[in-house]
Nanobody, 129 residues
Framework: QVQLVESGGGLVQAGGSLRLSCAASGRTFIKYAMAWFRQAPGKEREFVAAISWNGGSTYYAESVKGRFTISRDNAKNTVYLQMNSLKPEDTAVYYC??????????????????????WGQGTQVTVSS
């Protein structure tokens, strides 16, 4: 069982930056691949970024590539999402997710919310124009 708690959301102007954190409970954090998803009002939850258990592999949605960076600190049981050059279309509730074992191969499978076992409660990010 893993419990995830996100923090770091808020209101920022376009072009600004935020860093989201996701703290995980339990001693087995290292056994989980981690990901960030987001959901805007009236839209489906969409994949943002994922990272393997040791941080050796990272994956991004095309819409955030070059602007967002996912990282993890296994000693602190925490995964981060550094968001730079934010745009109004990045406005959404951001969710942290954990998947037991390895990330699945291919963007379609990695981006499927049902492939992740545990979810946080979400943190709101609002980007004003």
């Amino acid at each position: 069982q893993v419990q995830l708690v996100e923090s770091g959301g808020g209101l920022v102007q376009a072009g600004g930056s935020l860093r989201l954190s996701c703290a995980a409970s339990g001693r087995t954090f290292i056994k989980y691949a981690m990901a960030w998803f987001r959901q805007a009002p009236g839209k489906e939850r969409e994949f943002v970024a994922a990272i393997s258990w040791n941080g050796g592999s990272t994956y991004y949605a095309e819409s955030v590539k070059g602007r967002f960076t996912i990282s993890r600190d296994n000693a602190k049981n925490t995964v981060y999402l550094q968001m730079n050059s934010l745009k109004p279309e990045d406005t959404a509730v951001y969710y942290c997710a954990a998947r037991a074992g390895a990330l699945l191969p291919g963007a379609v499978l990695r981006g499927r919310p049902t492939e992740y076992n545990y979810w946080g409660q979400g943190t709101q990010v609002t980007v004003s124009s």
